[in-house]
Nanobody, 127 residues
Framework: VQLQASGGGSVQAGGSLRLSCEAF??????????MGWFRQDPGKEREFVAG????????HYADSVKGRFTISRDNAKLTVDLQMNRLTHEDTAVYYC???????????????????WGEGTQVTVSS
């Protein structure tokens, strides 16, 4: 399974960006998977942002992004998107998409629960 993230860039505070994560591979049985978005600043730990169970679309969010970010999945395109609105400077980071091969609702915030990771995409928010 391979994950390809796209959509990063630079935006002013208050603006919006949409990240997309496309999944590849014959072994990608999406209905079993949990998908997540994480972010990381240099020198800091990787931080959970949002997650979604592909089977039923249930979502989870970090408190810092709740109400501003929306995670969704597209069954036809095999993508998981992260719509980010009302961005602030504190949202600046490298964003990573990740996939776990099972339902990890109870531990969805733990990076160690995810098996596959895409390369990061930079999001820069200027204040």
């Amino acid at each position: 399974v391979q994950l390809q993230a796209s959509g990063g860039g630079s935006v002013q505070a208050g603006g919006s960006l949409r990240l997309s994560c496309e999944a590849f591979g014959r072994r990608f049985n999406r209905y079993r998977y949990t998908m997540g978005w994480f972010r990381q600043d240099p020198g800091k730990e990787r931080e959970f942002v949002a997650g979604i169970l592909w089977s039923d679309g249930s979502t989870h969010y970090a408190d810092s992004v709740k109400g501003r970010f929306t995670i969704s999945r597209d069954n036809a395109k095999l993508t998981v998107d992260l719509q980010m609105n009302r961005l602030t400077h504190e949202d600046t980071a490298v964003y990573y998409c990740a996939a776990a091969t099972k339902d990890i609702s109870g531990t969805i915030r733990r990076p160690s629960e995810y098996t596959y990771w895409g390369e990061g995409t930079q999001v820069t928010v200027s204040s």
